[in-house]
């Protein structure tokens, strides 16, 4: 009888903990962002990771640990890093490790656009309603604002660049921050958890990055987290990116619909 690998207890257990460990560094890297001391511990800590992996078929697992060793690394970079570029990057420079050591096809277990159907179609509608009422309270209730390193950018430059910027950020930022939290870190978890809890260690992360960024604060790690919950259920509905990503920048566009434009009228 062949024996699958994921059902040794110590796979399981091993593949588990590197995929628990991976959501908390990947939800550290925004707030921590540039931080020499922990670069180097996160450097550490992928070595031993991947080490403790050789064995293993964890091709999901390996790439995550590739990716977010890399998004402190190129965090680093004074500009480069600054979101999304330096994201991006290590996206980048994973997918071509991962086509390199031969594991890059399993990328199509989530690279893809997924099921469509009508229920799918609800809930996408559902959840860009919600996350345009929820940014607007966060708006009006709790004065969010964009970043300071934003700001400053929105107010340096002519309204018509600003505005142009801001909208490709949205489609942008949507991809990225997609493909690393409901792509690369989501799938090994799906792999060793049980969808639903997959999906609420996940999102508690994916709240957890917003602390700097928007929403932001405690407030905004709450807002970013249950919104979270409702892409990481699309992702798995849908078998596929494409309608966490149009819910994603639905979101996106209103923050800059909200955000930018008193700062084009100081």
Same mark, same amino acid.
């Given at each position: 009888?062949?024996?699958?690998?994921?059902?040794?207890?110590?796979?399981?257990?091993?593949?588990?903990?590197?995929?628990?460990?991976?959501?908390?560094?990947?939800?550290?890297?925004?707030?921590?962002?540039?931080?020499?001391?922990?670069?180097?511990?996160?450097?550490?800590?992928?070595?031993?990771?991947?080490?403790?992996?050789?064995?293993?078929?964890?091709?999901?697992?390996?790439?995550?640990?590739?990716?977010?060793?890399?998004?402190?690394?190129? +965090? =680093?970079?004074?500009?480069?890093? /600054?979101?999304?570029?330096? $994201?991006?990057? &290590?996206?980048?420079? *994973? @997918?071509?490790?991962?086509?390199?050591?031969?594991?890059?096809?399993?990328?199509?277990?989530?690279?893809?656009?997924?099921?469509?159907?009508?229920?799918?179609?609800?809930?996408?509608?559902?959840?860009?309603?919600?996350?345009?009422?929820?940014?607007?309270?966060?708006?009006?209730?709790?004065?969010?604002?964009?970043?300071?390193?934003?700001?400053?950018?929105?107010?340096?430059?002519?309204?018509?660049?600003?505005?142009?910027?801001?909208?490709?950020?949205?489609?942008?930022?949507?991809?990225?921050?997609?493909?690393?939290?409901? +792509? =690369?870190?989501?799938?090994?978890? /799906?792999?060793?958890?049980? $969808?639903?809890? &997959?999906?609420?260690? *996940? @999102?508690?992360?994916?709240?957890?990055?917003?602390?700097?960024?928007?929403?932001?604060?405690?407030?905004?790690?709450?807002?970013?987290?249950?919104?979270?919950?409702?892409?990481?259920?699309?992702?798995?509905?849908?078998?596929?990116?494409?309608?966490?990503?149009?819910?994603?920048?639905?979101?996106?566009?209103?923050?800059?619909?909200?955000?930018?434009?008193?700062?084009?009228?100081?």
């Amino acid at each position: 009888m062949t024996v699958n690998r994921q059902d040794i207890p110590g796979v399981t257990v091993r593949g588990r903990i590197v995929s628990v460990a991976l959501l908390a560094l990947g939800a550290m890297q925004p707030v921590v962002v540039g931080s020499l001391p922990f670069a180097v511990m996160v450097a550490g800590v992928a070595i031993l990771l991947s080490w403790w992996l050789r064995s293993d078929d964890a091709s999901e697992a390996k790439d995550a640990i590739v990716l977010v060793a890399l998004l402190y690394i190129v +965090g =680093l970079v004074p500009g480069v890093g /600054l979101w999304p570029i330096g $994201p991006a990057i &290590a996206i980048t420079i *994973t @997918a071509i490790v991962s086509w390199r050591t031969g594991r890059l096809a399993r990328w199509r277990e989530w690279l893809r656009v997924g099921r469509f159907d009508g229920p799918t179609w609800v809930t996408m509608g559902a959840v860009a309603a919600v996350s345009i009422v929820a940014l607007l309270l966060w708006q009006s209730v709790f004065n969010g604002q964009l970043p300071e390193t934003y700001r400053a950018l929105a107010e340096s430059v002519p309204a018509p660049v600003a505005v142009a910027g801001a909208l490709g950020f949205a489609i942008v930022n949507g991809a990225i921050e997609d493909s690393i939290f409901f +792509g =690369l870190l989501l799938t090994p978890m /799906l792999r060793y958890f049980p $969808p639903r809890w &997959a999906v609420v260690l *996940t @999102a508690l992360a994916f709240g957890l990055a917003h602390f700097h960024g928007v929403p932001n604060g405690v407030v905004g790690v709450l807002l970013a987290g249950t919104w979270a919950l409702m892409l990481g259920y699309l992702r798995t509905r849908t078998g596929g990116m494409l309608a966490t990503y149009l819910a994603h920048v639905a979101a996106d566009a209103t923050i800059v619909a909200v955000l930018i434009p008193p700062l084009l009228t100081n």
